[in-house]
């Protein structure tokens, strides 16, 4: 799919259709954040606090757990 910009007052914005949000499971309320590669936008929803807290206690307990054995296969 080709996109244009489009003009928003001073600023340009990019039309998201309807089925690509609803693909996403994203609505007009849903907070975006946008990045670069240097080349291309990513635009990706950000990640509720609550799923962040529960993915870095996964990561805690798994670095706990095999923390030395996941740094010997680093080398």
Do not use: C, Q, Y
């Amino acid at each position: 799919m080709i996109k244009k910009l489009v003009a928003h007052g001073n600023s340009s914005a990019l039309i998201i259709d309807k089925p690509i949000l609803e693909l996403l499971k994203m609505d007009i309320d849903t907070p975006l954040e946008i990045t670069t590669d240097g080349r291309n936008l990513i635009i990706s929803p950000v990640e509720s606090a609550k799923r962040e807290k529960k993915f870095r206690k996964a990561l805690e307990e798994v670095n706990k757990a095999h923390g030395k054995t996941l740094k010997k296969l680093a080398k």
